[in-house]
């Protein structure tokens, strides 16, 4: 992963609005969730939700679609993946472990 890309996700995870909305679309699975149900749950105006997915969406770390009258919007669990990928690429001193290993995540499609 290069290392901008994971800069510029770290940057928007480290906003305890944006690292909520995250963590609650990651809780919602591959699907995700309407926009509507995603500022109730976190409790945040429309007009904030929309300024924080907007700077996550810049990140890589979320993908909308149009759904009907609805916009739905979902973790990109492969971006989150290589996220984890890259902060723990050295962990154990190079030898496999759990921690490098996020195969297992339900975004993955291997």
């Known amino acids: 992963m290069d290392s901008n ?6 940057g928007a995870l480290a ?3 944006r690292l909520t909305i995250f963590r609650t679309l990651v809780v919602a699975g591959p699907n995700g969730m309407a926009a509507g149900e995603i500022a109730q749950q976190v ?4 007009s904030s939700l929309s300024f924080h997915l ?8 979320v993908s909308a679609r149009q759904g009907g009258r609805f916009v739905f919007y979902s973790a990109n669990f492969d971006a989150m993946n290589s996220l984890i990928g890259f902060l723990t690429e050295n962990c154990c001193a190079g030898a ?3 921690a490098s290993d996020p195969s297992n995540c339900c975004g993955d499609s291997a």
């Open 5 to 10: 890309l994971v800069v510029r996700a770290l």
């Open 54 to 61: 907007k700077d996550l969406a810049h990140a890589g770390l």
């Open 43 to 46: 409790g945040l105006a429309p």
């Open 96 to 98: 496999p472990c759990a």
């Open 15 to 17: 906003h305890e609005a």
